[in-house]
């Protein structure tokens, strides 16, 4: 299980990396040959700044456009990088003062994190205009993630793994050495959900992650009178 569950991470994590690379690449050379920004908007590039980390980590135009949407997917993402962030402890030896303090707020992260998820996909079950363009993918992608969330949960309240031995499996695996994993099934289930959202990523309505940092209604200023806004390839064929 060991060394299938580590060919699984190495190739998850090959396509997790390629794939996001490539479409932000796409997203990076795509034009944008109108000044389209979502007003009422900025008119400076700090100000365009600050709207964008306020969208990031405020989730603004959500919270706007509906409250209860906003809650559940504010609560979602704030958990997921508070779990995240306290996973790292894994990946480090020795572990870093912020991760270890962060360390009993994570696991209620856990708990947020998938109270945010149930919430997200019940909207879709319970609001008519939201069930009519759901897609089966949009149902598997939050039944995966809720499965991630639950089985760690799992393996905290349940039933416990050896973490000891699951922090050399991934320390080794930094080294390109495999290790021994506990042979704990809710563990080999937990990892290869895990490995599967990694391998779906690139490919899903997830990546809207990155995809907001190359948002014209986002990342544009307002000024249109003051200049003239040309596309790259129309300033190269204006200067011919």
């Known amino acids: 299980m060991s060394a299938i569950l580590a060919g699984l991470f190495y190739a998850a994590a090959a396509v997790l990396v390629a794939g996001v690379a490539w479409r932000i690449r796409q997203y990076a050379g795509t034009p944008a040959p109108l000044k389209i920004p979502t007003t009422p908007a900025p008119t400076t590039t700090g100000g365009v700044a600050l709207r964008m980390a ?17 809650l559940f997917g504010w609560t979602f993402h704030a958990g997921l990088a508070l779990v995240l962030a306290r996973h790292l402890r894994y990946f480090t030896d020795p572990v870093w003062g912020w991760v270890a303090f ?12 998938a109270a945010g998820l149930a919430g997200l996909w019940a909207r879709r079950f319970l609001v008519d205009r ?10 598997l992608m939050l039944a995966l993630l809720l499965a991630i969330a639950a089985t760690g949960l799992a393996m ?3 039933a416990h793994t050896d973490v000891v031995a699951v922090k050399s499996f991934f320390l080794g695996l930094l080294v ?32 809207h992650a990155p995809g907001l940092f190359f948002s014209p209604g986002r990342n544009q200023v307002d000024n249109p009178r003051e200049s003239r806004h040309l596309a790259e390839w129309a300033a190269r064929l204006e200067s011919k």
């Open 54 to 70: 306020r969208e990031v980590v405020l989730f603004e135009s959500l919270f706007k456009a509906s409250l209860w949407t906003w």
């Open 130 to 139: 939201v069930r009519y363009i759901s897609t089966p993918s949009d149902h």
């Open 102 to 113: 962060i360390q009993p707020f994570g696991v209620y992260a856990g708990f947020a994190m």
């Open 156 to 158: 905290k309240y349940l």
């Open 176 to 207: 390109f050495q495999v290790r021994e994993l506990p042979a704990d099934p809710v563990l080999a289930l937990h990892l290869g959900l895990v490995s599967a959202l990694m391998l779906v990523f690139p490919f899903s309505k997830l990546l």
